[in-house]
């Protein structure tokens, strides 16, 4: 199965994706929040700015992939 055409997925497949991608981003979401909220681990400046990026780009990524996933569900009905 080959997941960066989605055109190509079954709808059950697509929704199993979609799944997979909504899962995805509410890990990288905990996982900005621990980050980001630690109170007792200095991050240097270069180092915040790197991770707010990071975080930034995959968080775009996942939900442009969640908007991708869904508009072809609601194409496939």
């Known amino acids: 199965m080959d997941t ?3 055109g190509a997925l ?3 497949a697509l ?7 909504q899962r ?5 979401e905990e996982e900005r929040l621990m980050t980001m909220g630690q109170t007792g681990v ?13 975080f930034a780009r995959d968080e775009a ?4 992939r969640i908007q991708e996933l869904t508009a ?5 009905r």
């Open 4 to 6: 960066n055409d989605p």
């Open 10 to 12: 079954s709808p059950e």
């Open 15 to 21: 929704r199993e994706e979609l799944e997979r991608a």
């Open 24 to 28: 995805a981003l509410e890990d990288l």
């Open 42 to 54: 200095h991050i240097g400046t270069r180092e915040l700015h790197r991770l707010t990026s990071s």
């Open 61 to 64: 990524r996942l939900r442009a």
């Open 72 to 76: 072809l569900l609601e194409g496939s």
